[in-house]
């Protein structure tokens, strides 16, 4: 097996997507014998295991939770075989550096495009114009370092191809879905524990409430719906969805921020997961949902597209086609005996397992 060191901007104690798989591909891979370093963030209120090693950082004001780290490569990380960045930016400019250094083969995973980072410095559009031509250029540049770039879906492999040219190797290589975590569960105690139990058609989304997910989607789409809307997680586009919801009158339950051991009940409290979001790179809240048994409503856009199996693991709508997001809840709805026994068939091919596997095969292809 071999040696492999990640360099990523975010890590525990943060709970997001990449935090997820990067944790998830790393306890596999050791599993299977091989040792696969983390260089990440420094942050408080966490300690790092063996192989985990933090560097000083600094808060980034413009996105809650993000720690801004120094590209720098720690002493103890040495006789690796492999640099994989998850990251273009402070920490990945740093697995650049030690790849080049000791000619090793580069490989970066490409989780969100980095123009989408733009709203987050500036609402003025002209300077947003002009930050996101900056950072596909940037983006551009630096994936053109990589021995294989790594992305989460067909649909993404696909846009970014056409973006970077053929110069560039991009390999699929799903992020996986811990199934022994991720799957049907009793939701008695979670209902209650959350004032759920007089709900009888529970519909909703977890994830980070950002502007680009277009979550207010989901509470037009809901309006005359007999069914209660329930969000699960922040950011900062909550109070608008809640001020929304109001005028509305819409029943919608925000949950707040849900302990990762609360999301497999949470999915399976739910008759469908809506997820309007057209910026993913693959979903992995979708194939979660899925996993646990739940159908997805989900725009047809971006990863979603693929993510998605049409009349299998849910339905789509067009972008910013409401009343079609409407109907597709409500066919959802009256299918979901047969969408869940199809969600449930699907288990086995969308595991971290099989994800690793792939993995393992573009190690190989770039050792070469």
Not at 261 to 284: C, I, K, M, N, R
Request: glycine share 8%.
């Amino acid at each position: 097996m071999h040696s492999v060191v990640a360099f990523t901007d975010t890590y525990l104690p943060t709970v997001n997507g990449v935090t997820y798989t990067v944790q998830s591909w790393r306890e596999r891979w050791l599993a299977r014998g091989g040792r696969m370093d983390v260089v990440y963030p420094d942050a408080d209120d966490y300690d790092p295991a063996d192989g985990e090693y933090p560097i000083r950082s600094l808060p980034f004001p413009f996105y809650d939770g993000f720690r801004f780290g120094l590209p720098r490569v720690p002493r103890a990380v040495r006789d690796v075989d492999i640099v994989h960045a998850h990251t273009p930016f402070a920490l990945g400019l740093g697995g650049l550096r030690l790849a080049r250094r000791e000619d090793l083969p580069f490989v970066v995973s490409y989780h969100t495009p980095s123009s989408e980072y733009a709203s987050y410095l500036t609402s003025r559009e002209r300077i947003e114009s002009g930050i996101e031509r900056l950072s596909e250029s940037y983006e551009r540049w630096f994936l053109g370092h990589a021995a294989a770039v790594v992305v989460p879906s067909e649909a993404t492999r696909d846009d970014l191809q056409s973006r970077v040219g053929d110069d560039v190797s991009i390999r699929v290589v799903p992020n996986g879905v811990d199934i022994e975590r991720f799957r049907p569960v009793d939701t008695d105690a979670f209902r209650e524990r959350h004032d759920l139990t007089d709900a009888e058609t529970l519909v909703g989304y977890t994830g980070r409430h950002g502007y680009e997910k277009c979550l207010s989607d989901i509470i037009d789409a809901a309006d005359g719906l007999d069914a209660t809307v329930v969000f699960g997680g922040d950011g900062p586009a909550r109070e608008q969805l809640e001020a929304r919801t109001r005028a509305r009158g819409v029943d919608a339950r925000f949950l707040g921020f849900l302990d990762r051991e609360e999301l497999p009940a949470f999915y399976s409290s739910l008759d469908a997961f809506l997820f309007p979001s057209p910026v993913e790179t693959q979903g992995l809240v979708a194939l979660e949902a899925n996993a646990c048994g739940t159908p997805v409503v989900g725009v047809d856009g971006g990863a979603l597209s693929d993510t998605i199996e049409e009349g299998v693991t849910g339905y789509h709508y067009d972008l910013g086609d409401i009343d079609g997001f409407t109907a597709a809840i409500e066919r959802t709805l009256s299918e979901v005996e047969a969408l869940e026994r199809r969600c449930l068939d699907r288990r086995e091919s969308m595991s971290v397992e099989h994800a690793v596997d792939r993995l393992a095969e573009v190690y190989d292809a770039v050792r070469r």
